[in-house]
C-alpha cells in the first residue's frame, strides 16, 4: 500500500475540513431556528400560559434542535462539497497570483526567509555557536590588535618616517 504524500495529504485533508466545518457550522447555528418556532415552559412565559409559540417540552426541544441542526447541516455540506470546492478550485490559481503579487510588492517573501533560516539555523543550535564565535572572534581581535598596538611602542623608530 502506498502512502499518500505530503502534499496529498494536505489537500484530502482540506477538502474535508472545508465542506465538514462550514457544514457543521451552519448545522449548529441553525438549531437556533427551532426556537423561532417552539417554546419551552419557562419562568420567562409563566410556564406557558403566556406563550406566543407552540410549546413544546424540554427534551422535545431538544431533539428537535438536533434534528434540525443535523438535516441543515448536511445539506450545507453537500452544497460545499458538490458546488462550492469546484468553484474554489477554478478561483485557486487567480488567487494564488494575487497572493504572490502582493507578497513581491510587500517583501513577504524575504521576510519569510529570513524567519526560515532563523529557525533552520535555532534548530541545529547554530545560533549559539555563531554567538561563540562571534566572542572567541572579538578576544582574538582584542589580543591581536593589543599586541600590535605593544609592538608598535617598542619597536625603534625608522628615520626614514615621520
Known amino acids: 500500500m502506498k502512502l499518500p504524500t505530503r502534499k496529498e495529504s494536505i489537500a484530502y485533508l482540506y477538502n474535508q475540513a472545508l465542506a465538514q466545518f462550514i ?5 449548529i447555528y441553525s ?22 409559540k407552540t410549546l413544546v417540552d424540554a427534551g422535545t426541544f431538544n431533539i428537535l434542535e438536533r434534528i434540525v441542526a443535523v438535516l441543515i447541516g448536511f445539506i450545507v455540506f453537500q452544497i460545499v ?13 487567480v488567487v494564488e497570483k494575487e497572493i504572490a503579487q502582493l507578497a513581491k510588492e510587500r517583501c ?18 547554530w ?30 623608530r625608522n628615520p626614514f618616517w615621520r
Open 108 to 125: 513577504w517573501d524575504a521576510m519569510w526567509k529570513k524567519i526560515k533560516i532563523a529557525q533552520f539555523a535555532n534548530e541545529r543550535g
Open 31 to 52: 438549531a437556533g431556528i427551532v426556537a423561532t418556532f417552539f417554546e419551552t415552559r419557562s419562568i420567562s412565559n409563566l410556564w406557558g400560559v403566556l406563550a406566543r
Open 81 to 93: 462539497s458538490r458546488n462550492l470546492k469546484p468553484l474554489l478550485e477554478r478561483l485557486k490559481p
Open 23 to 27: 457544514g457543521f457550522y451552519i448545522g
Open 127 to 156: 545560533d549559539v555557536k555563531w554567538e561563540k564565535l562571534k566572542v572567541d572572534l572579538n578576544t582574538k581581535r582584542i589580543a591581536i590588535l593589543a599586541s600590535l598596538k605593544v609592538a608598535a611602542r617598542n619597536a625603534p
